[in-house]
């Protein structure tokens, strides 16, 4: 199947960090989003890490405005309706992901794909709210997106061998390195790294150390490039959250219960870099 528009779900920091590799790799954008604030924010990200390129020489400024000119935004899911493929990349929201589903399944060509960037929800799941499960897959994207070389490729039960090809040829378009999981609530990724996020945050409420300790122990003694608090910073808070209980449900193991600080710095609205507080401060 030749993919020529490439449709993203949620203009947020993955969405519009896949949006921009999408459209470097030559393909047709539509970045979409359920306002006009989000989509114009997500724009604007793009072409700042587009800027920052070309500051530096790798990009020319007329390739930029190239691949700012394959990006069209949209905040009406109809607008799907044009798309060969279409990654959503909402909240990691088991209703609003349904929901989204539900929703390209009646907008979108009968021949396109629709993979989720999900970080934990099993495909499968997601691809029962649609009636084509042989086209869901999970293409899930690593942050920042136009940095990191993975993209975790997930197939459902039903996962046709078709939209797995496809899947892997945009991947290598991409300049990115697939990696399978099955089909397991957090994949690969996210069952190893998350726990170890968690057990920072169990680290902190108990005591075992300060936050830029404990940051300092896993950059400096196992060479990570960014401590796990401050990683969880950069995921976003909510993420992580959301990451754990659908571990913690999932697989009904005790050892991934979340730990009771995540859940409330989440409620007191401190998600991270994304909300200007987490466990650090970025105002
Ligand atoms: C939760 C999930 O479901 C899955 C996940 O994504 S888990 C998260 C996975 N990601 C990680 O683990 C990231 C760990 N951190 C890192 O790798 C690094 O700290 C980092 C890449 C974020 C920053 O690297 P650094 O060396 O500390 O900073 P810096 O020198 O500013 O940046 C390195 C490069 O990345 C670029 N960069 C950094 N942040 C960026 C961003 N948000 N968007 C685009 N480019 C970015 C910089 O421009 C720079 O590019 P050049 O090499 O071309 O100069
Ligand atoms: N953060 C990370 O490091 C990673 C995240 N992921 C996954 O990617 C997905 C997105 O995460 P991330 O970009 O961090 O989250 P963000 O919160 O930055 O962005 C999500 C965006 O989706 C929007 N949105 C919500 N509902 C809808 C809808 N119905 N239609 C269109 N857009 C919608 C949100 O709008 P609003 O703000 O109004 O809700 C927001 O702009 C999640 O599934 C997450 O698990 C995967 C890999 C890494």
Redesign the pocket.
């Known amino acids: 199947m030749d993919v020529k528009i490439f449709g993203v ?9 896949i949006a921009q590799v999408a459209a470097a790799s030559g393909l047709n954008v539509i970045m ?4 006009q604030d ?1 989509v114009a ?2 724009l604007a990200t793009i072409s700042k890490n587009l800027q920052r390129n070309v500051d530096k020489g790798k990009l020319t400024a007329s390739e930029k405005e190239a691949v700012l000119g394959r990006i069209k935004t949209s905040v009406d ?1 109809k607008d799907m309706a044009a798309a060969d493929y279409v990654v ?6 088991e209703a ?2 349904f ?2 589903f539900e929703s390209l399944e009646e907008v979108c060509p009968a021949h396109a794909i629709l993979a ?6 099993p495909i499968g799941r997601i691809a029962a709210h649609t009636k084509r499960p042989g086209k869901v897959i999970g293409m ?4 920042p ?1 136009p940095v990191m070389k993975l993209v975790e490729v997930i197939c459902g039960l039903a996962t046709s061998a078709e939209t797995l090809e496809v899947t892997l040829a945009l991947i290598k378009r991409m300049d990115k390195t697939p990696a399978q999981s099955n089909d397991f609530p957090g994949f690969i ?1 996210n069952r190893i790294l998350m726990p170890m996020i968690n057990e920072a945050v169990f680290c902190l409420y108990h005591g075992v150390g300060t936050k830029e300790d404990i940051d300092t122990v896993m950059k400096l003694g196992m060479n990570h490039p960014m401590g796990p608090l401050a990683l969880a910073d ?3 808070l ?2 992580c959250l ?2 754990m209980e659908t571990l913690h449900q999932g697989l009904g193991d005790s050892k991934y219960r979340p730990c009771p600080l995540l859940r409330q710095y989440v409620e007191a609205g401190w ?1 991270g870099r ?1 909300s200007g507080r987490g466990f650090y401060s970025y105002e």
């Not at 779900?9 to 960090?17: D, E, K, L, S, V």
């Not at 979409?32 to 306002?35: L, M, S, T």
């Not at 989720?116 to 929800?121: L, M, Q």
Request: charged share 15%; hydrophobic share 40%.
């Open positions: 779900i949620g203009a947020g920091q993955m969405g519009n960090g979409n989003d359920i306002n989000f924010r997500g899911i959503e990349a909402a909240s990691e929201n609003i992901k929901k989204i989720s960037n999900t970080s934990s929800i899930h994207f690593m942050n997106v990724a950069l995921i976003g909510d993420t959301a990451i998600l994304k």
